[in-house]
């Protein structure tokens, strides 16, 4: 019994004389990083054009009674066929567009489907819920992502994570409570299991589309995901504006100031699609998730001067704890398991490889098995030559001796 107490006691003060040398070895330097400020910085700037989105349709909806969800994101599809999917065209080789769409069409379809579907749900949940829970729901998109991640990704999360996860929905809940001190409680409750039941699609929507947006970005081509998303999106909801928002379209009384939203939303969100791949693939789509919790607090912000709402500190709180948490988040780095991807991995393309860099072919490996057969002949007579001088100085010596 006093040799396991002595043990227990011994490994009792190991760890935290372990502990204690990790508490001295911190350096804040290591930890605050140009690469985690330029992620935040980046991060920040997509929550600021998803800021913009949200005003410039708010403005739509209260001054010109304009509601017409599907024909804004068909502008933004646009904007991305014309400028990513010109670019694939002039491209040759397999990065052509008709070699990607002969390889994987019905992938970037279902792709396209699901961010379109994403985008309307999201809007469509507003007519039957409140804004609380829009708020609330709408952070399911974490665990989602995070899920599919270590799934689809191979992502392996440290317990550190898991806690930043946690710190940002606790900065989520301060946002939302200061929206109920506030009496900022907005939406409609016709049919709240209806409109909560939209926001999980979307959430699980969006995850899918983000997790799929971060393997083609890290393994294949930025410019070949939003391509392909604004062919296919541009297809898609030109379709479902047609069935769904025809008649409200048809009432839309035209002006400058209507076409001036419908032009900042737009480019708003042809800049959120067009960044949002580069942060991704500095950092990870949960990563890129947690910094854009903060896109609320600056539609609250934006609020307080242009609709006159009313300003609590907890907002400034809920900031302060969102961004805690992202850089919580982003400390320690996300392990990858190759044991599962190594296969998939090594027929994975960059870019600039395999786009730009000139294919090897048969007469090139010809050639280069030439030459190391030709190398290998001459360091075989170089050694033959080599035996024969040794042997030939050791007769010598014996005749000699």
Known sequence: MDTKQSEEASRDDNQKSGLLMRVRKFNLKEVLTWQLARTL??????????????????????????????????????????????????????GNILQILKRRWWKYLLLGLVDVEANYTVVKAYQYTTLTSVQLLDCFVIPVLMLLSWWVLKTRYRPLHFVAVCICLLGVGAMVGADLLAGRDQGSTSNVLLGDGLVLISATLYAVSNVCQEYTVKNLSRVEFLGMVGLFGTIISTIQMVVLERNEVAKIQWSWQVGL??????????????CMPIVVKLSSATSVNLSLLTADLFSLFCGVFLFQYSFSGLYLVSLVVILIGFITFNVVPTPVDHTDSSSSSSSSIC??????????TQDDITKQEVAVRITTEDGEQEEEERRKSSLSDAVGRSTKM
Do not use: K, W
Request: glycine fraction near 8%; proline fraction near 3%; include cysteine.
């Open 261 to 274: 939203l419908f032009a900042a939303y737009a480019l708003c969100m042809y800049a959120l699609y067009s």
């Open 41 to 94: 910085a980046m991060g920040q700037g997509l929550a600021g054009l998803i800021c913009g989105t949200a005003i410039t349709s708010q403005y739509l909806a209260t001054s010109f009674g304009v509601n017409t969800p599907m024909m804004q994101s068909l502008f933004n599809y646009t904007l991305l066929c014309v400028t990513y999917t010109t670019m694939l065209l002039c491209r040759t080789g397999d």
């Open 351 to 360: 870019e600039e490889d395999h786009y730009n860099h000139p294919v090897a």
